[in-house]
């Protein structure tokens, strides 16, 4: 006896519309936790645009980074209410970055690069568990990070809650992470410090409700408090003549509101995906982004999702492409990403399923995405009177393959 | 610990619990909280009382404004939704009115107008379902939960059961049968599957430690009419009784999603039904209207001490 693919459909849907009923979600082990053994593997390849020659001061290279990652994700059931994942990540990435800008004499700000071509790599590993409970599920994760100049813990717990049938899920969680900097070549420059430590902590609820079969609503909350060394020590600043490190406050706190809305358009089997965020920040900045995705299915086995977004933001309080006269607070910082701008992105995923019954069973899903993004100040909805060169413009194509054993 | 067993009728079925516990008036709590809870089941989706929900729906036919249903009703007819969809239309809870065509007590045929004029009543598509707003687009149609509510009350027992705290048992709800989980020491219980043909016999024996097993057959309600045995299950879109198969048992996680896929591979006939249900990846027993036994799981098994239950 073989099951085929619409046949499994079938079997998922009528086993769906079950488990919806009150009471019956939890129903023996039917509706266990990771029932099967997942595992997963993600190439991706991100390519930042050169930063223009005009913009670029003479005799600098305008490349800028490369990044190679490699992502492996696996994910076990422990018994009826217990699962355990584990993802690692490995990233190569090459090139230069925007290091400081000067004042040109008609005022254009020119990009300095960083000199080297910086050869790095990060090691990233997380473990991560769930417990599930009749009414939702407690997870908890704990993971390090490794570069060659830096360390970072991170940790986090959170919860889920269905209620009302499952038609309304609260959820929650808090996380921390300890990042431990140790700037490489600091004895060469002697702006860079030789070490620092950064603390966050974060914090956020959410609420999802189904309003009809076809669509549901998430709104959420999160905030994130960072402190300690919160400067970038590979920029600097020119600050009236001479050139100082990059000098930011040294605590943050960040708020974000994230709305997400899904209807599912039966009669041509797509799924719209919109999506809003406001970002605000007690550097005074505040930031708005809109995404629209688009999930189409062909024939029950292909879903092909092109969506688009529109980011814009201001500038923190501190930021200057270059300046003229000292702050008086000390704090200086022409990082591009603390500049305002706007920014459009293009995304085309492609998706496939299939199976491959030899040996044991075995559900595919494979996908191929490509994106295309753009910061430019003229996509900004104010005026801004001087561009930051550094912003950056890139292509992400990825790759990724996941098996259910 | 030993094993207690508990009868009791409701849904027009004899029914059991079988528990593990240190005596019977120790279960007697739990026996009670089940037992209500079928009991609350049959009132709410009586065809026969006012006071159900069934009747509030089937009296708002016709109507314009139709009728606004609770949240377990609303996943209820969410399932029958799916069903239809998933049976080519096959599993049509509005085909009830058929009923009133088809008497098999009274031996006799109906006429085809009759048939066809119950038939402009049924069909799933007829029905405006904007959850929690459902609308029956004609006068005189009428929904019917009868072919899936007792599976529905066999899970909701078996979950009570074991958010009670049970480890070990079985709920039979007239042959709908839920595991509440295997015998303490791990081993399945013995399911019987009563025979279509022979009264007391039994078709086939199932080992059943989690999820479900349901079954369908022609042997509940029929009538032979020149020689031609004519059964209660009535295809929705001819409004005839379907033939080929004379009994299927399938085992899934759910009794609803057991019950449900027994029911349209019976609709589906002896050569589409059971091609479905093993589509579908469910384990199944089968008999087709010549007596003869196809299935995906042994069906056999004499070595079995123990019977829970018999169809």
Same mark, same amino acid.
């Given at each position: ?143 390090? %990070? ?45 702006? @860079? ?8 902590? %974060? ?9 009809? @079969? ?5 709104? %959420?909350?999160?905030?994130?408090? %960072? ?34 809305? @899904? ?63 000292? @702050? ?78 | ?13 004899? =029914?059991?619990?079988?528990? !593990? ?23 709410? !989706? ?101 072919? !899936? ?11 009570? =059961? ?15 049968? =839920? ?50 045995? !004519? ?77 829970? =239950?018999?169809?």
């Amino acid at each position: 006896m073989a099951a085929t693919k619409r046949g499994r459909r079938a079997l998922h849907a009528l086993s769906a519309g079950a488990a919806a009923l009150p009471g019956l979600a939890g129903n023996g082990f039917a509706e266990a936790p990771a029932e099967r053994v997942r595992a997963e593997y993600g190439w991706s390849n991100y390519s930042e645009d050169s930063v223009d020659s005009d913009s670029l001061i003479s005799g600098s290279e305008g490349d800028r980074y490369e990044i190679d990652m490699h992502q492996f994700s696996a994910s076990v059931p422990l018994g009826d209410r217990f699962d355990a994942a584990l993802d690692v990540s490995y990233e190569t990435m090459t090139g230069a970055s925007p290091w400081f800008i000067l004042p040109a004499a008609d005022g254009t700000p020119v990009q300095v690069m960083s000199g080297a071509t910086i050869e790095e790599e990060r090691t990233d590993l997380l473990l991560s568990g769930s417990y599930y409970l009749d009414r939702g599920k407690l997870s908890a994760g704990s993971g390090i %990070s490794v570069e060659k100049d830096y360390t970072a813990l991170n940790g986090n717990v959170a919860g889920e809650w269905h209620l009302n049938d499952k038609l309304t899920t609260l959820s929650g969680g808090l996380g921390f992470s300890f990042d431990d900097i140790e700037p490489t070549d600091s004895n060469l420059f002697l702006l @860079r410090p030789e070490h620092g430590e950064k603390n966050s902590q %974060s914090l956020f609820f959410g609420v999802a409700q189904v309003i009809d @079969r076809f669509s549901v609503i998430q709104t %959420s909350l999160a905030f994130q408090r %960072s402190k300690g060394y919160l400067d970038d020590p590979y920029k600097q600043v020119f600050v009236a003549g001479s050139v100082l490190a990059d000098s930011r406050p040294d605590a943050r706190l960040q708020g974000a509101w994230l709305t997400r809305y @899904r209807r599912h358009f039966a009669p041509v089997e797509g799924t719209l995906h919109a999506d809003y965020r406001f970002a605000v920040d007690d550097w005074s900045m505040t930031a708005h982004s809109f995404e629209l995705a688009w999930y189409q299915s062909f024939f029950d086995f292909v879903r092909v999702v092109p969506s688009f977004r529109y980011y814009t933001q201001s500038q923190t309080n501190f930021y200057a492409p270059y300046y003229l006269v000292p @702050r008086s607070d000390g704090h200086h910082s022409n990082d591009y990403r603390l500049s305002p701008y706007g920014a459009i992105s293009w995304k085309v995923k492609a998706e496939t399923d299939f199976h491959t019954p030899w040996i044991r069973p075995i559900d595919w899903k494979a996908n191929l995405t490509w994106e295309r993004y753009r910061s430019d100040t003229d996509l900004a909805p104010v005026d801004v009177s001087i561009e930051n060169p550094g912003l950056v413009s890139f292509n992400l194509l990825t790759f990724g393959l996941k098996a259910l054993f | 610990m030993q094993s207690f067993s508990f009868a009791f009728r409701a849904m027009g079925s004899p =029914c059991e619990l079988r528990l !593990y516990g240190s005596s019977r008036e120790a279960l007697a709590p739990l026996v009670a909280l089940a037992t209500d809870e079928v009991t609350r089941l049959e009132r709410k !989706y009586s065809r026969y009382r006012d006071d159900s929900v069934t009747s509030e729906i089937n009296r708002s036919a016709g109507k314009r404004c139709g009728v606004v249903v609770d949240a377990e009703t609303a996943a209820l007819i969410d399932y029958a939704d799916i069903a239809h969809r998933q049976s080519d239309g096959l599993f049509d809870i509005t085909s009830g009115v058929l009923r009133e065509a088809w008497d098999f007590k009274s031996g006799r045929l109906p006429s085809e107008i009759q048939v066809q004029r119950a038939l402009a009543r049924v069909g799933w598509g007829k029905v405006n379902w904007d959850r929690p707003r459902l609308q029956l687009s004609e006068p005189g149609m009428e929904l019917d939960f009868g072919g !899936y509510v007792k599976e529905y009350a066999a899970d909701r027992v078996a979950a009570l =059961c074991r958010a009670e705290g049970a480890r070990s048992g079985i709920v039979d709800l007239g042959g709908d049968l =839920c595991a509440i989980g295997p015998h303490p020491d791990g081993r399945p219980w013995q399911v019987g599957v009563r025979h279509p043909r022979r009264n007391g016999e039994v078709m086939a024996r199932l080992p059943l430690a989690y999820g479900a097993i349901a079954s369908s057959g022609d042997y509940e309600r029929f009538m032979l009419v020149d020689g031609v045995r !004519y059964a209660h299950i009535l295809d929705p879109l001819t409004g005839w009784p379907v033939s080929g198969l004379a009994c299927v048992s399938v085992w899934a996680p759910h009794c609803l999603v057991a019950g449900t896929s027994s029911t349209i591979a019976m609709l589906k006939g002896a050569k589409e039904g059971p091609r479905w249900l093993d589509n579908l990846g469910l384990a199944s027993v089968r008999m087709d209207s010549f007596g003869r036994l196809s299935g995906s799981v042994h069906a056999g098994g004499d070595s079995l001490e123990e019977s829970a =239950c018999s169809i």
